[in-house]
C-alpha cells in the first residue's frame, strides 16, 4: 500500500466509526404476565437503541438470567415488575444490587407510584413507573436509567419529598417493614397465610406474626378490615 494513502484511510476509518450507530442497551423484562412482556417488546422493539435480550416469568428466573448474561458482559437494563411468583419482585430488586450494584434496575408496576415508589427507590431501584405509562416515558426512563441516571416521575418526586420531609417518620403502609409490607400486599390480595408463607418461602407461623404486627400497625382488627383500609389508602394516595 502506498504510503500516501494510509492517513486517507485512517480517517475514513475514523469517520465511519464516528458514523456508526451506538450498540444497543440490552434490557431483561421480568414480568409474571406474558401478555405485558409482550406490549413492552411491542414498545422496546420501536426503539432502535434498545434491544431485549431475555425474558422471565418468575423471580428466581430473573436472578438466573441476570446471572447468565452479566457473566457474558451482556446486559445493560432490568425491567422488573413487583409483583413476581416464587421470589417477590422487590426481594429480587435486593438480590441484584447486592450481587450486580452497578446494574440498574426499572421497577414496573400496576400499584400507585405514592404507594411503592419510595420503598422501590430506598432499596436501591433506579426508577419506578407504572405500566400504563405513556410509551415515550416508558423509554426515556429506559435510556436514562441505562445511563447511570435515576427516572423520576414528578408523582415519584413528590412521595420522595414527602419522605425526606417526614424525617422516616412515615404512616400508613409506609411505616411498615420491607417484610410486613410484602405481607400486607398479598394479605389484602386474598392469600391465606398459608398460601403468603410458600410464596415468600415464610413459616406458616412466621406470616401470622407478620400479620399481628400489620393489623396492629394499620388499627385493623381483620383481613376483612385490612383490605378495606388498603384500598381507602390506595385511592386517597391515588387521589394526590
Given at each position: 500500500?502506498?504510503?500516501d ?10 469517520a465511519?466509526e464516528?458514523?456508526a450507530p451506538?450498540a444497543?442497551?440490552r434490557?431483561?423484562?421480568?414480568d409474571d ?27 428466581p428466573?430473573?436472578?438466573a438470567?441476570?446471572?447468565?448474561l ?7 437494563l432490568v425491567?422488573?415488575d ?9 426481594d ?9 450494584p ?10 400507585p407510584?405514592?404507594?411503592y ?10 426508577g ?32 420522595l419529598?414527602t ?5 422516616g ?6 411505616a411498615l ?28 407461623n412466621?406470616?401470622?406474626t ?31
Amino acid at each position: 500500500m502506498p504510503n500516501d494513502l494510509a492517513p486517507l484511510l485512517a480517517r475514513i476509518a475514523d469517520a465511519l466509526e464516528r458514523l456508526a450507530p451506538a450498540a444497543a442497551l440490552r434490557v431483561l423484562i421480568g414480568d409474571d404476565h406474558r401478555i405485558v412482556r409482550e406490549g413492552l417488546k411491542q414498545i422496546l422493539a420501536d426503539a432502535p437503541d434498545v434491544l431485549v435480550v431475555a425474558e422471565a416469568q418468575t423471580g428466581p428466573e430473573v436472578l438466573a438470567r441476570v446471572a447468565e448474561l452479566r457473566a457474558n458482559d451482556g446486559l445493560d437494563l432490568v425491567l422488573l415488575d413487583i409483583a413476581l411468583p416464587g421470589i417477590d419482585g422487590l426481594d429480587v430488586l435486593q438480590k441484584i444490587k447486592r450481587e450486580q450494584p452497578r446494574l440498574p434496575v426499572l421497577m414496573l408496576s400496576t400499584y400507585p407510584e405514592k404507594q411503592y415508589a419510595v420503598r422501590c427507590i430506598k432499596l436501591g431501584a433506579s426508577g419506578y413507573l407504572n405500566k400504563s405509562a405513556d410509551p415515550d416515558d416508558m423509554l426515556a426512563a429506559v435510556r436514562k436509567v441505562a445511563a447511570g441516571g435515576v427516572f423520576l416521575t414528578p408523582s415519584t418526586a413528590e412521595a420522595l419529598a414527602t419522605a425526606v420531609g417526614q424525617g422516616g417518620a412515615q404512616a400508613g403502609p409506609e411505616a411498615l417493614s420491607h417484610r410486613e409490607h410484602q405481607v400486607y400486599r398479598l394479605l389484602t390480595q386474598g392469600l391465606t397465610v398459608s398460601e403468603i408463607g410458600a410464596q415468600l418461602g415464610l413459616a406458616p407461623n412466621t406470616v401470622s406474626t407478620y400479620r399481628v404486627r400489620i393489623l396492629e400497625k394499620t388499627g385493623t382488627k381483620n383481613d376483612v378490615e385490612l383490605a378495606l383500609y388498603a384500598e381507602r389508602h390506595a385511592r386517597g394516595r391515588a387521589g394526590g
